[in-house]
């Protein structure tokens, strides 16, 4: 069928407050054309990110009023504890606020300056983290992900070639290897399990232990599912075990695939390197059983882990991002190809060719996007990639300026999903009368989220 029903009822709304187009020009001149400055009841359509922004279910809301929110020992940490063990198989779990909080906790305890940690790409605070606790963060992603258009599937691989080599030329200095599922930065493409194998073998071979960014695990576990030889008839819980099962911990940021507003969790089979971690964790999120999160979110998330994994629900999360990205395709719109698994990534080096990768196209995008129809994505390339290399001294090479728009989870309709791709029809249409951008302000990290922009 054409039309995409989403496996639940609505039960609760929320007004969008309608925009006029001279409304948005001077909110975004306010906002110095950085959206992450522009006010969300300012938005019609928030495709920004699909972190937090999920809808929870009556389930979930029901297990807030069952929260323990004793400092020590609440029984809502022993659910969520018992949940993460059973799908994850780690013995510890160690709760935080949000991914970044693991991020830093696992870094700050197993990297030391001048390490090397590679990755099929770190996003934006995994890097972030890596470099702030001295070491540098290595990007290996497969030959396949460079072909924006080919729809091969599993462009989110990490290049075994290229990481065998890094374990060689940096031998005692690979604290971890980490894989990033999806790889957010190449267009939320999943990793075959084939590949996430031999990343465990290699890595077992030279002593080095491996690590997942598990935060969209589940939609990886689903696309394992349509697109692997060989494992169409297994169930997306037993692919998401086994892929747990190849490494010997995670950070999460269970604002994605948690199904929550709010939180996130380390966990490993690493019994030495878990009491530091504990530790910092009392010292920056607090004590071990609540970490950075109250007593009924650490209840929220023990469902949500279990309901992400219902394939009803992630049959319809994947069918809708096909669908728009379909839609592009169909008019010769330039997307990223094949659709992943929480976004759409349009293609701003080939949408707006007139603008030079200096000018930060696919920033000008996303400005023009929101002026045309309201709508809010977010860059992905040189403004959230590039800046200098602590490492190296140099400025970044970003191999593609895409802007990403990532689809909240049980939030938007396909009527939504519809205006979107009619926005950016209307808008493709007129793509020429879009003007580049220059940065007049930006932070030394992260500097995507605060930098000032002018008209070029």
Partial sequence: MKTIIEPFRVKMVEPIRMTTRAERAAILEAAHYNLFMVRAEDVIIDLLTDSGTSAMSAAQWARLMEGDESYA????????????????????????????????????????????????????TTRANVEAAGGRALDLPCSEADDLTSDQHFKGNVDLVALERCLEENRGHVPMVMLTVTNNSIGGQPVSLANIRAAHELTRAHGV??????????????????HEPGQGDREVRDIAREIFSLAEGCTVSAKKDGLVNMGGFVATTDDELATPMRNLLILTEGFPTYGGMAGRDLEALAQGLDEVLDEDYLRYRIATVRYVVDRLVARGIPVLRPPGGHAV????????????????????????????????GVEVGAVMFGGVDPATGEEREVPRDLLRLALPRRVYTQSHMDYVVEVIETLWAERKRVSGLRITWQAPTLRHFTARFAVA
Wanted: aromatic letters at 12%; a positive charge; hydrophobic letters at 40%.
């Fill in 73 to 124: 020992g609440a029984r809502s940490y022993y659910r969520f504890r018992d949940t993460v063990r059973a799908l994850t198989g780690y013995h510890h779990v160690i709760p935080t606020h949000q991914g970044r909080a693991a991020e830093r906790i696992l870094f700050s305890v197993a990297v030391k300056p001048g390490d090397v940690v590679p990755n099929n790409t770190h996003f934006d």
């Fill in 345 to 376: 990534y349009l293609d701003a080096r080939a949408f707006l060719p007139h603008v030079a990768p200096t000018q930060f196209p696919a920033q000008a995008l996303a400005c023009a996007l929101y002026l045309e129809g309201g709508i809010r």
């Fill in 209 to 226: 232990p491996l690590y997942l960014d598990a935060a969209r695990f589940a939609e990886n576990a689903y696309l394992i599912k349509q």
